[in-house]
């Protein structure tokens, strides 16, 4: 059993586990639906193997009145569909933990020597008529009874939770679940159910909040083609698409995904692409494409453990230098990596924004365990709109695509406007978009492509290319990245000694000046990533000449998790 | 004012290398659908890939998209999703779109994307220098198969009708005329269009000898609506006789019109 002390901070976590097609995960949905519901702030993580049926999936919440970054390994609760989720999870319980198994396993884990409160989740399936994906909603009326919430309000509150799958079966089940461990003389909490709370926001993940900053942007085309980790990103878009006219494409393959998608960005739709590590390993060539053509466009990258196939639904932060290094030759481009939903919904818009105020490629760099965990959120979704860059046409003069202009930026026009010629290439040109191999045009077009990276230098005072937060003063400082974020701010309450947290956003253009700033004079610099090899380290040395020799690593392809990490920066300080 | 469709850049192609009747009947193309007001130059994109017939998109005053080697014909798809007004044709190779970018192509046919192919034929990657392509005679010499290429060639229009596209013709790079009309009825096609030109390399791959003898235009009698007669006069071309003409035209809705 874990000391439940090392947690004490208010915050509880329940686990839902079972095999793949148990519905563990849309479980994990519903559950953080009725905490958030509730007035309480979630973060959902879910575990699952590259499988369709069989493994073992889980749904992990932590929640607390107070914002949540990150699940805890410990639990509270444990909602077992199979004997495996007891198993696997017997030793995360904490004192007191109460959990539920499916009546029909009770028999393979009774010995183990835990509290356990016997569920007929089948067979309440059954009773019903309900399918069996659908079992877990008796737990959630179980889970709802132990809660303390009165069972009308339970009701009404899951006939919010599962409108979207059609309620009254699983409310039917809820109510069953509840009256179960009610007759069972199971005990309730005392009630601590926030009675006074913010507005209630949407349990939302990284994927769907990245597309709603596409669109808040200004989106009018999305591409596509599935992989792990980005797939719900096209699946949202596709899905909204014939409602709002959105253009959604999933073509033949990556190569096709982001060349459609430079087609449109050409003729003037403002366009996305979302894809994995591997889906973006393809696009290399085309990806140089749209730098030397400056063609604009906002790039999803998610990341999942490579190399290669790799753990191909885990996580990992194995690609920075691999993003940051994308594509032959040389080329400005932008790379922001959001550490949490709200962020990505800011830093996919910014990225659009971005992408055709400086006519380049933007990479959003996320990975599995960002783009597929659950938070609590309200966004401010008004703090964003569209900005459609230098578009003026000069009138009256002849136009020509790529003008050599001060701050780097040609106007931008589109093919279908009178008395105007749009020429794109992928070979170095002049200033018509015709190939070019004359020593002096191939220096002067590059440097009025790098030129635009002046504008965004300006930009770094406008947007938060770095976040710092806890200790200010503090001379220990803890740099991170990415997805690490939710786990560093919760490991923050475990630390034995102040520390200042320094997370990086933008990594190109990268805003070594500010880091400098937030480096220097520090005792302890302490680099968190989720990789082999340091890359953010590697990439602060190459741009301040910083030297980080304290480093927490992890390359399991699992998640931080908040205590483990702490015990692992409580070394260092 | 007279349409001027010429840049200032200098046409590097061999003297003599049938790409540049290709230019100009593109060239006549445009010049006849403006002038007859079917068509506004502006509403016009043309893209290429890369290879000899690539070169193209610098000599043609109007808007195009020169893509990468194999590329080419997704991005037409998405300028035409984009902005369905306008007419987007595409100039490819047999490298670049039947050795490289064939994926590419095979699902724009079968996609029925709105877009017009054009395909300078040569049958051998000549910018490098001449090696074979899917579609080089097996035992054809090149740089990287000295001993000959040990692959059968592809026949593109077979493949196009295989993949369900909804026009596909074929000629010869010599016949101005013919080729002009052709890429206009192409241009006009609702839905993918897809035009073989045969264009012989008169440097790494002359064929010109060997396909004035073979060539010969369908004519009435070959019914083009007609799927059967279309993939019998598809397949005749590793025969003596190499046919021209529109081989096939249907109708069904496009790509853009369903997405």
């Known amino acids: ?573 | 004012m007279a349409l001027d469709l010429t840049t200032d850049i200098k046409i590097t192609w061999c003297a003599g290398c049938p790409n540049s009747q290709i230019l100009v009947a593109f060239r006549q193309a445009v010049e006849e659908f403006v002038s007859a007001g079917s068509i506004e130059i502006h509403n016009i994109v043309a893209g290429a890939g890369v290879g000899c017939h690539g070169k193209i998109s610098d000599y043609l005053e109007i808007n195009t998209f020169n893509s990468l080697h194999g590329r080419i014909v997704p991005s037409l798809t998405g300028i035409k999703l984009a902005n369905p007004k306008l007419t987007v044709v595409g100039f490819s190779g047999d490298g670049d779109s039947f050795s490289e970018g064939f994926s590419h192509i095979t699902h724009a046919a079968r996609s029925n994307s709105d877009i017009s192919i054009f395909l300078h034929n040569n049958q051998v990657f000549a910018l490098t220098t001449g090696q074979a392509t899917a579609t080089s005679p097996k035992g054809f010499k090149g740089g990287t198969m000295p001993e000959g290429s040990i692959n059968e060639p592809i026949n593109p229009a077979l493949i196009m009708l295989a993949m369900g596209a909804t026009f596909i013709a074929r000629t010869f790079a010599s016949d101005i005329k013919r080729t002009k009309e052709i890429m206009k009825e192409a241009m006009l096609h609702k839905g993918f269009a897809f035009v073989e030109i045969i264009q012989p390399c008169i440097t790494f791959f002359d064929t010109r000898e060997y396909y004035k003898e073979r060539v010969y235009w369908l004519d009435e009698k070959h019914k083009k609506g007609n799927l059967d007669c279309a993939f019998k006069v598809a397949r005749m071309k590793t025969a003596d006789k190499v046919p021209c003409g529109i081989i096939y035209q249907t109708f069904k809705p496009t790509f853009e019109e369903l997405v």
């Open chain 1, 1 to 573: 059993m874990t000391d439940s002390n090392t947690t004490s901070n208010g915050i509880k976590t329940i686990a839902i586990g079972g095999a793949a097609g148990d519905g563990a995960r849309e479980a994990g949905i519903n559950f953080s639906e009725l905490l958030n519901e509730l007035g309480y702030k979630t973060f959902s993580s879910f575990d699952y193997p590259s499988l369709i049926r069989g493994g073992h999936n889980f749904a992990r919440i932590s929640y607390s009145i107070e914002p949540v970054y990150a699940d805890y390994k410990e639990l509270d609760v444990l909602v077992a569909v199979n004997a495996e989720s007891v198993l696997v999870h017997q030793h995360s319980l904490k004192e007191g933990a109460r959990v539920f198994v499916e009546e029909a396993y009770l028999s393979e884990v009774k010995d183990l020597g835990i509290d356990l409160i016997p569920l007929p989740m089948k067979k309440i399936a059954e009773e019903l008529k309900a399918p069996q994906v659908a079992r877990t909603s008796s737990a959630f009326g179980a889970y709802g009874y132990t809660l303390g919430i009165p069972l009308n309000q339970l009701k009404m509150l899951a006939d919010k939770v599962y409108a979207n799958v059609g309620s009254e079966m699983n409310v039917a089940l809820v109510e069953k679940g509840y009256n179960h461990v009610k007759k069972l003389g199971v005990p309730q909490d005392v009630c601590d159910i926030p009675t006074e709370h913010g507005e209630i926001g949407e349990v939302m993940d990284g994927n769907k909040a990245i597309a709603k900053g596409f669109l808040a942007a200004g989106l009018e085309a999305y591409v596509g083609y599935p992989m792990t980790p980005s797939t719900s990103t096209l699946q949202f878009l596709a899905k909204m698409a014939k409602k709002t006219g959105l253009k959604v494409v999933h073509p033949e393959d990556e190569i096709a995904v982001l060349n459609m998608a430079l087609g449109m960005s050409y003729a003037g739709k403002r366009t996305a692409v979302g894809t994995a590590n591997g889906g973006f390993a393809l696009m290399q060539e085309t990806f140089s494409l749209a730098g030397v053509s400056e063609i604009p466009i906002a790039i999803m990258v998610a990341m999942r453990m490579g190399p290669a196939t790799g753990v191909a639904t885990h996580t990992s932060q194995g690609d920075l230098q691999f993003i940051l290094h994308a594509g032959h030759g040389e080329f400005p481009r932008l790379v922001i990596a959001p550490g949490d939903v709200e962020e990505c919904f800011e830093c996919a818009a910014d990225a659009l924004n971005l992408a055709w105020k400086y006519q380049l490629p933007a990479v959003i760099l996320s990975d599995k365990h960002l783009s597929e965990s659950y938070k609590s959120v309200t966004l401010d979704t008004k703090s964003k709109g569209p900005d459609f860059g230098k578009r003026a046409v000069p009138v009256g003069s002849h136009y020509v695509r790529y003008k050599i202009t001060e701050d780097g930026i040609s106007p931008l026009a589109f093919p279908g406007k009178a008395n105007v010629v749009v020429k794109a290439t992928s070979y170095e040109h002049n200033e018509e978009g015709e190939a070019v191999e004359d020593k002096a045009d191939v220096q002067t077009m590059q440097d009025k492509r790098f030129r635009k990276l002046n504008g965004l230098y300006q930009d770094f005072a406008w947007f938060p290319t770095v976040k710092t937060y806890g200790d200010e003063w503090s001379d220990v400082v803890i740099v991170f990245w990415g997805s690490t974020k939710g786990a560093m701010l919760e490991a923050r309450k475990q630390l034995k000694s102040p520390a200042k947290l320094v997370q990086v956003l933008w990594m190109e253009p990268f805003d070594a000046d500010r880091i400098k700033a937030e480096l220097s004079g520090a005792r302890v610099i302490i680099d968190v990533e989720a990789n082999h090899t340091a890359q953010l380290a590697a990439l602060i040395r190459e741009k301040t000449s910083i030297e980080i020799h304290n480093k927490v690593l992890k390359y399991d392809a699992q998640p931080f998790t908040p205590t483990q990490l702490a015990e692992e920066i409580n070394k260092f300080i």
